[in-house]
T-cell receptor
């Protein structure tokens, strides 16, 4: 158990809908990362937050947005969902934003029908 | 930009045989290199990491990897495979400690009795 929690574990929804994925980092970690794992694209970095502020952005679609709250949990919002958004979404956290101390959560599997 | 190439999407070994999973990287600066393991329906677990200290890095579960700058490689090895090693393995690189991880496409390790 990495200490990073993600809810829900599974999510099934329809095209055009909007969903919110939640991540709680390890106790004391200030930085949160979101990754998408799909058969087509592999594991891709989406976005990073550090202590509530956006620090880095990767291949995140405009339909997707994220935020980190004062209690340091993070939410990833996916809207106008398409079939191709079906994937495993991982959250990771690190103490001070250093990549060499990144711990991953179990992921949320999103299925868009 | 940094990148990682993992040779072989699938590697099959017999129990007790040597495990060798290949990873070559591209980076304009001395990189940080990682191997992660993903068991079915689970998140990513860090096996080991290279952060410019010793070139031979020992990780969990008997795995080790050697950083070879001249070959731009960071291959993962284990002397004797166990059935429990069957999983997907990802090599990842980062050029700077505060940057994101860039993952390879993964290698699925199959272990037969």
């Amino acid at each position: 158990d990495s200490g990073v929690t993600q809810t829900p574990k599974h999510l099934i929804t329809a095209t055009g809908q909007r969903v919110t994925l939640r991540c709680s980092p390890r106790s004391g970690d200030l930085s949160v990362y979101w990754y998408q794992q799909s058969l087509d694209q592999g594991l891709q970095f989406l976005i990073q937050y550090y202590n509530g502020e956006e620090r880095a952005k990767g291949n995140i679609l405009e339909r997707f947005s994220a935020q980190q709250f004062p209690d340091l949990h993070s939410e990833l919002n996916l809207s106008s969902l398409e079939l191709g958004d079906s994937a495993l979404y991982f959250c990771a956290s690190s103490l001070d934003g250093k990549v060499n101390e990144q711990f991953f959560g179990p992921g949320t599997r999103l299925t868009v029908l | 930009a940094q990148s990682v190439t993992q040779l072989g999407s699938h590697v099959s070994v017999s129990e007790g045989a040597l495990v060798l999973l290949r990873c070559n990287y591209s980076s304009s600066v001395p990189p940080y290199l990682f191997w992660y393991v993903q068991y079915p329906n689970q998140g990513l677990q860090l096996l080991l990491k290279y952060t410019s200290a010793a070139t031979l890095v020992k990780g969990i579960n008997g795995f080790e990897a050697e950083f070879k700058k001249s070959e731009t490689s960071f291959h993962l090895t284990k002397p004797s495979a166990h059935m429990s090693d069957a999983a997907e393995y990802f090599c990842a690189v980062s050029e700077e400690v505060f940057q994101k991880l860039v993952f390879g496409t993964g290698t699925r390790l199959l272990v037969s009795p």
